[in-house]
């Protein structure tokens, strides 16, 4: 699903350059559910930009769902992020003043669908996370909890292949959090591959498979307490999206 | 998404109502300052018969000559001719069409004696006049050159005066007393007010617009002892005039002169002959300085006649700076808007947003302030303009109205203006590094 190989991302200024990713290898399988680690600055988070499509890297290979990725112009990045990957961030992210329904709608709007169709696929998402009566609420007429089930739902609208989430429970309290967590492995229980960047290890600890990076190289701590093993579900559904 | 991009532009311009406020208003002051200006200068400087203004000569001649102790600009010409070279020039006829005029102010006898004769402003000229500047009719048409040579008492009334005299009614084949003559009707002209009036600048009604109520034929008004009602210059070799004759025989000059030239040849054929007549009064003794003439085409006419004020060119030029100023204002408003919105713009890309799709929706939302800033452009225009309107010459004051097309120009300037203005936000807004604005990082 995610293969990068000696992946390098270097930040030039006039006098210096700075590795953020150096000589970087990892591969995350249809259907694994993988926490990337590790302390601040160590490159977590330009690992997930880079996966995500949203900067480029310096050097390397990085393939998206069989998708080399290396030489694609802008257009050609925006399509494939807005067909295979649902971002969920630690600060919601949500526009303020577009309402449920028309903040999970927007993924499904650059992908030019007609608007029975994305009507249909906004109400399955909302009732899949449990929100069809806040569907015409604003996000700030809902708690962190509510607002983090609605980015997984815009997450999730388009059918991804890949769920990239960035420290998602990292501005809740314990409740909500948990509340969140549970949501995510639910979808990892259906077929869902998702690679999730955080800073606690609980939260770590509960996926299929930990990386660590540091200093902008991996540390691969494979063995978790879930296990290895790709999901019987996700295993008989390769090229599937992401489904709870 | 047409609909999409429209409905995320009224969003954003209703989340921040006061900046969107204030860069509506600086590009609604910069479009109503350069509007006002555009429109007084464009009432002043357009071409009053843009189909044939290239075709139209004025005709001077360096009848004057050398005056000492008076302060003339090294081009000067009369702006009129004299009598004798008006008529020695009518008489040549080597332009396939020429006129001679003079403005006269006469009273005119309603058909009905019961009324009171009004007095009215018009032009002794030939009948050449009207097709040569497409003169539109009512009813009926020019007279002819057998009326010219006959000296005949025959008139074309404006529209107006027919509304006067007959009430609108075809008055064709019937007579008005015009100074205790019967003089029978040939034509009633539609509307038509060349703006400037260039065929005869400055002659009674003032010098933007024609107040001209009537046309009859030269010669007889000549017949009449009709005096001009317009400019009168005379050399310092003048001396006294003695009464009609001494007036015809005079180098006064009072009498304008058109030609009609459809080619660039037939153009040069005439400065030509020009020149050699006016040397043939220099041979002949008439003058006695070298010969000097010459032949202006409409636009040049009114260059020379200085129709448009310097001042009003600079005026004009100075509001247009200040567009470029508000413009920058809106700019750097736009800037601010955009660039608060990075990470919203971060999102939509993360959400599979193509670079085009962030300019188009940016674009949308700046021609919405710049329809918004156009809008109240035209109403600071109008406002203006009457202001303009209370303080300038009614002649001119006239002119200064906002058409259709003005309308049209101001949007389109707006837009543009607003478009141009929001390129550089829109750019840097969609070159951001979206990562870093997604993860707070």
Known sequence: MLRMNHLSK?????????????????????GEFVAVTGPSGSGKTTFLTIAGLLEEFSGGEYWLDGVDTRGLNDNQRSRLRNQKIGFVFQSFNLIPDLNVFDNIDVPLRYRGMKGAERKRLINGVLERVGLTSRARHYPAEMSGGQQQRVAIARALVGSPRLLLADEPTGNLDTQMARGVMELLEELHRG??????????PDLAARAQRQVHIIDGTILDLSATAHGETVPAAAQGAQGAPARL | MFAYYFDLALRSLRQNVVLTALMIIAIGVGIGASMTMLTIFRAASGDPIPQKSAQLFNVQIDSYGPQPGVPLAPDFLPYRLDYIDALALMRAHRAPRQVAMYPISVDIAPPDSQRDPVQANGHATYGDFFPMFDVPFEYGGSWGSAEDQSHAPVVVLTRRLN????GGADSVGRTVTIEGDAYRVMGVMQTWRPTPPFYDLGSGGGRY???????LPFARAIDQHWRTAGGFGCPSRAGIIRGWDGMLTSPCVWIALWVELPTAGSAAQYRAFLHNYADSQRQSGRFNWPARVALRDVSQWLDYNHVVPPALTTL???SFAVLIVCLLNAAGLMLAKFMARIGSVALRRALGATRPAIYAQCLMEAAMI???????????SETGLITCRRVLPDDFAILTHLRTGDILIALLLAVFSALAAGLYPIWR???VAYG???TGQ
């Open chain 1, 10 to 30: 270097i930040y030039r200024t006039e006098v210096v350059e700075t590795y953020a990713l150096r000589d970087f290898n990892i591969h995350v399988r249809e």
């Open chain 2, 316 to 318: 004009t030029g100075v």
């Open chain 2, 370 to 380: 710049g329809v918004a800033g156009a809008i109240v452009g035209i109403g600071l």
């Open chain 2, 436 to 438: 870093a604005a997604l």
């Open chain 1, 191 to 200: 077929g869902a591959t998702i690679v999730m960047v955080t800073h606690d």
């Open chain 2, 429 to 431: 807004t969609s070159r």
């Open chain 2, 209 to 215: 617009t024609a107040d001209d109520e009537f046309f």
């Open chain 2, 163 to 166: 509304d006067q005299l007959f």
